[in-house]
Nanobody, 120 residues
Framework: QVQLVESGGGLVQAGGSLRLSCVTSGRTFSNYNMGWFRQAPGKEREFVACVRWGGGRTLYVDSVKGRFTISRDNAKNTVYLQMNSLKPEDTAVYYC?????????????WGQGTQVTVSS
């Protein structure tokens, strides 16, 4: 089992920034590719970004490219999502995911989510 706990969500104005963190425990963090997904009200959960277990490769959904950066610190068992130039359409619950497949998919382990609200 892998336990994931997200933090860092909140309310921010459009154009602002937030950094999400996800701390993991349980099985070896460095064995897993880590990802962020989000779910807006009335919509299905969607992929946002993922980073390979070694940190050398990342993927992003087109809508966040150039604005969001995913990174990981294997020594701290933590994955981050730096979100800049936030837009109201980024409003969603953001979920951390640990998966042994690449790119991260709907399988693996999930955190409880953290709310991000961007006001216009």
């Amino acid at each position: 089992q892998v336990q994931l706990v997200e933090s860092g969500g909140g309310l921010v104005q459009a154009g602002g920034s937030l950094r999400l963190s996800c701390v993991t425990s349980g099985r070896t963090f460095s064995n897993y590719n880590m990802g962020w997904f989000r779910q807006a009200p009335g919509k299905e959960r969607e992929f946002v970004a993922c980073v390979r277990w070694g940190g050398g490769r990342t993927l992003y959904v087109d809508s966040v490219k150039g604005r969001f950066t995913i990174s990981r610190d294997n020594a701290k068992n933590t994955v981050y999502l730096q979100m800049n130039s936030l837009k109201p359409e980024d409003t969603a619950v953001y979920y951390c995911n640990a998966d042994q497949s690449w790119p991260n998919s709907d399988s693996g382990y999930w955190g409880q989510g953290t709310q991000v609200t961007v006001s216009s």
